[in-house]
């Protein structure tokens, strides 16, 4: 069964720096998605960014970006910039591409990060 | 463009008890999955629905059922209510084959 680890349970980052969130993957599939959905007090889940694991270039939204390193299982979570609307919980996500059980989201723990203004 | 839309908001029950819940999907989408989120913890899979059929299931009892209508809408039912079903119940709705999911705000179960 695939697992999703999120070993950072609570982050905090000044207004305007830079944090990283990490997550790692077990899995013996080739062909699958890696996610990153944030979920702000409000408890709406809102999709961040996307990534295949066919595509060896890094996804980016605006200052949002993952580092992929498909070896290693590893997929963090890059915030530029951070803003006080980042403050939420972060889940790290993972789903098949195909075969019995895809695209069904299977889910790390969250990390909560902390904006500070 | 309507996102996901989940009702009833908050919903408290009695041990025993049964109880429904429904999704609406994000204009355009044909496929609802349903998850449970405990305090404190990721969302887990429950089922997914598909052309009116269940297409998947995670490891949930046969107390928790669901049914997807002609409109694409969804229901989730759990019968015979514990304690530990107390969670926030989230729907998503995808396309079929397109791997993004978008979520509705959830509905809060207690079961007291």
């Known amino acids: 069964a695939q697992t999703v680890t999120q070993s950072q349970p609570e982050m905090s980052v000044q207004e305007a720096e830079t944090v990283t969130l990490s997550c790692t993957y077990d899995?013996?599939?080739?062909?699958?998605?890696l996610f990153w959905y944030k979920q702000p007090p409000s408890r709406q889940m809102i999709l961040v960014i996307r990534?295949?694991?066919?595509?060896?270039q890094n996804a980016t939204e605006n200052r949002f970006s993952v580092n992929f390193q498909k070896a290693a299982k590893s997929f963090s979570l890059k915030i530029s910039d951070s803003q006080l609307g980042d403050t939420a919980m972060y889940f790290c996500?993972?789903?098949?591409?195909?075969?019995?059980?895809?695209?069904?989201?299977?889910f790390g723990k969250g990390t909560k990060l902390s904006v500070i203004p | 463009d309507a996102g996901v839309t989940q009702s009833p908001t908050h919903l408290i029950k009695t041990r025993g008890q049964q109880v429904t819940l429904r999704c609406s999907p994000k204009?355009?989408?044909?496929?609802v999955s349903w998850y449970q989120q405990a305090l404190g913890q990721g969302p887990q899979f429950i089922f997914q629905?598909?052309?009116?059929?269940?297409?998947q299931r995670g490891n949930f009892p046969d107390r928790f059922s669901g049914h997807q209508f002609p409109n694409y809408s969804s229901e989730l039912n759990v019968n015979a209510l514990l304690l530990g079903d107390s969670a926030l119940y989230l729907c998503?709705?995808?396309?079929?084959?397109?791997?993004?999911?978008?979520f509705g705000p959830g509905t809060r179960l207690t079961v007291t």
């Open positions: 998503a709705s995808s396309l079929v084959g397109l791997s993004e999911q978008y």
């Open positions: 899995t013996s599939e080739n062909n699958y998605y």
């Open positions: 990534q295949e694991a066919y595509k060896q």
């Open positions: 996500a993972y789903s098949r591409g195909s075969g019995a059980g895809s695209y069904q989201l299977t």
């Open positions: 204009s355009g989408h044909d496929t």
């Open positions: 629905y598909y052309e009116e059929e269940e297409r």
